[in-house]
């Protein structure tokens, strides 16, 4: 299958900075990334739809001005979690799916964000 | 937008056993729904998917089935085995350009020995 990679797999910042996370389809084009946070021991929750060469899609409470994204290529997409706080603390994760519109999601390999 | 509701949150079974989730959803233009199992700390990775013109998938120990009136799926393990042990999330996605996913609560299965 099509191959996701993210990056950092691991990452503690101190409150007050700004961290960036990469998202990268490795052989494929992926014109749409999804962007997912997941608290300890509950589900992936949606926060964006990154979409290459326009503005992401934000759902419902989720500050656009706090996480930046930017999908400049059809390849690469970033996340940047600005002004961190210990409540960011989280594992964010991407998925991508191929522009031949098969259904299935790739999945990065997820990035374990601690704030302290 | 659409709702995925998922049972039971945790699921002991013994070995050789078989275990069943089920799902509902809401929104009854979702026509691919796929079921994923997540080890702690790693990637969901996608273990079945159907889509809406099928009622029934089955792949080796694993299969799925799918009532689009009730709008519930559900998936079946059988012989399960302690490697079973993990996360199982289901989802449902509604089309359209973004295709984005919608996860249900995710299913705690634990296979004694």
């Known amino acids: 299958g099509a191959v996701v990679s993210q990056h950092p797999s691991r990452v503690i910042c101190k409150s007050g900075t700004s961290v960036k996370i990469e998202c990268r389809s490795l052989?494929?084009?992926?014109?749409?990334m999804f962007w997912y946070r997941q608290f300890p021991k509950q589900s992936l929750m949606l926060m964006a739809t990154?979409?290459?060469?326009?503005?992401?899609?934000?759902e419902q409470g989720v500050e656009k001005d706090k996480f930046l994204i930017n999908h400049a290529s059809l390849t690469l997409s970033t996340l940047t979690v600005t002004s961190a706080h210990p409540e960011d603390s989280s594992f964010y994760i991407c998925?991508?799916?191929?522009?031949?519109?098969?259904?299935?999601?790739?999945f990065g390999q997820g990035t374990r964000l601690t704030v302290v | 937008g659409e709702n995925v509701e998922q049972h039971p949150s945790t699921l002991s079974v013994q070995e050789g056993d078989s275990a069943v989730i089920k799902c509902t959803y809401s929104?009854?233009?979702?026509?691919?729904f796929p079921w994923y199992k997540q080890e702690l700390g790693k990637r969901p990775q996608l273990i079945i998917d159907?889509?809406?013109?099928?009622g029934e998938k089955k792949d080796q120990r694993i299969a799925v089935t799918l009532n689009k009136t009730a709008k519930h799926f559900s998936l079946h393990i059988t012989e399960t085995q302690p490697e079973d042990s993990a996360v199982y999330f289901c989802?449902?996605?509604?089309?359209?350009?973004?295709?984005?996913?919608?996860f249900g609560s995710g299913t705690q299965l634990t296979v004694l020995p």
């Open positions: 998925s991508a799916r191929t522009r031949q519109g098969t259904t299935e999601a790739f």
């Open positions: 052989d494929f084009q992926a014109t749409t």
């Open positions: 990154s979409n290459e060469g326009s503005k992401a899609t934000y």
């Open positions: 929104d009854s233009a979702s026509n691919y």
């Open positions: 159907i889509r809406s013109n099928v």
């Open positions: 989802a449902a996605s509604s089309g359209g350009s973004a295709r984005q996913l919608t």
